[in-house]
């Protein structure tokens, strides 16, 4: 009995090659549309669907494949008898092979097209077909992916097609649709703005194996998200080793910081250690911020990522070679900093696309079965309140939001002291927020903090942070406010002539 293909594709690449095959496999081939003109042209012996439905295509084409004659060669049990008899009874021909890719609807989202546009690219033949052929795998082959038509002519070919292969085509074909129904879903929730859903369905697509996780024992995967917009993971390597799961993390908490200072006008430096900064320096160009960033902390940048806001010029990429980096990422390097940092072979260098703003609407956190679903922490204050009798003058507002955006970056409880556009000392971690103040003054007892800011991601309970950083002659303090304490610092403050200012907004990061 001669087998029969229905092919109908979006993607047409390897398409004629694989027809070819099947019909010197002996395989009769239904097509339709362009497919069938595109299988036609090339002189192969085709039917077009209407010749099997006895139907014209109608609506532009929106029904053509939905059709009894289609399904039911498809949907039929070819070991029971009753299936059998039913389409012997309405001379419904088998179908044993279908080949379909789905209307380019993701391709056509990232490229913002209208919304009629975006409607008439929702498949629904397609789907349909690919759902009763991998409903049916035991006795019809179902082939979504292209990269599958060479494994499937050989198998063919020497009868050598498994079981095990057929439930293998026909997970992939179900993950297709499954992953084509979420990307609709997800533009759809965009359109009516559902920003908490009652079901969320989104949907990845693995991107590369790593080498490992966070440790050696652990496997890990990087999936990107297939409906992402402005991802802020967007770099092109230009030199090094491939990144680990340790990197991509690291240089996400990177990346977080630097979107901070994106619109700037001077250059930002961020160094990363652990997914926490451990220095940050503001300056008019590459090589003045990574003084002042490496300066803020010249220990814990060693084996650290370090990122700009700007290109990279040949004086910096010297200047960061003299130490052990993981990854330097910026906007772009001249071409001479770029053949400096090629002379250390294993360090990554990436070349970032232009931050923009996210348009992820969501932060998620996986737990063990449940999924906890925040909006992303885009502020940095309600606005700057000055609640001391010492008033905040326009440099020390300066630092005090150049303090912000980065303890807003630190796992709390969290403290950055800063002065100038430099770091000077940093605490996070602490499950006490004095412990983390006293991290940050303890491991830094060479520097000079006087004048210096002090930025807490939360309110304090207690006067004693005030106290213990007017001892320091630390002069200005910003902190969100909110505590039924806070008169206690403010009156500390008040006590040894320094500045507090409430933000009115808080930032724990756990």
Known sequence: MTKRALIS???????????????????????????????????????????????PEILDGRVKTLNPYIHGGILYKRDNKNHVDTVNQHKIGAIDLVVVNLYDFEGNLKSNKPH???????DIGGPSMIRSAAKNYKD?????????????????????????????????AFATT??????????????????????????????????????PHQEAVLYSQSDAKNPILN???????????????????????????KDCEDVACVAIKHTNPCGVGIGKNSFEAYEKCYEADKVSIFGGIVGFTSTVDVETAKKLNEIFLEIVVAYDFTEEALEVLKQKKNLRVLKLAKIENSLQSFDLK????????????????????NVTKREANENMLKDMEFGMKVVKNMKSNAIAIVKDGQTLALGCGQTSRIWALKNALENNKDKN????????????????????????????????????????????????????????IRHFKH
Not at 235 to 261: A, H, T, V, W
């Open 116 to 122: 009629d546009v975006m409607i008439e690219n929702i």
């Open 140 to 172: 019809v082959l179902v082939v979504v992916d292209t990269k599958d038509y060479e494994f499937i002519l050989e198998n063919l070919k020497n009868d050598n097609i498994s079981m095990e292969d057929r439930e293998k085509l026909a997970y992939k």
């Open 9 to 55: 594709v979006t993607d047409k690449s390897g398409v004629v090659e694989f027809a070819k095959g099947l019909n010197e496999l002996g395989y009769e081939i239904i097509s339709t549309g362009n497919t069938f003109k595109t299988l036609e042209k090339e002189g192969l012996n085709v039917l077009q669907i209407d010749e099997v439905t006895n139907f």
């Open 178 to 215: 499954a992953r084509y129904d979420a990307l609709i879903s997800n533009y759809f929730r965009g359109e009516v703005g559902d920003k908490f859903p009652e079901t969320l369905t989104m949907t990845f697509q693995k991107e590369d194996s790593l080498r490992y996780g966070e440790n």
């Open 235 to 261: 770099y092109e390597q230009l030199n090094g080793k491939e990144l680990s799961f340790n990197n991509i993390n690291d240089l996400q908490g990177c990346l977080e910081i630097m979107r901070e200072f």
């Open 366 to 385: 996986y737990l063990d079965g449940k999924l906890l679903v925040q909006d992303r922490n885009d502020k940095i204050a309600d606005g700057y309140k």
């Open 449 to 504: 903090f006087e004048g210096a800011v002090l930025a807490s991601d939360a309110f304090f309970p207690f006067d004693d942070c005030v106290t213990l950083a007017s001892e320091y002659k630390i002069e200005g303090i910003v902190q969100p406010g909110g505590s039924i304490k806070d008169k206690d610092s403010i009156d500390a403050c008040n006590k040894n002539d320094m500045v507090m200012v409430f933000t009115g």
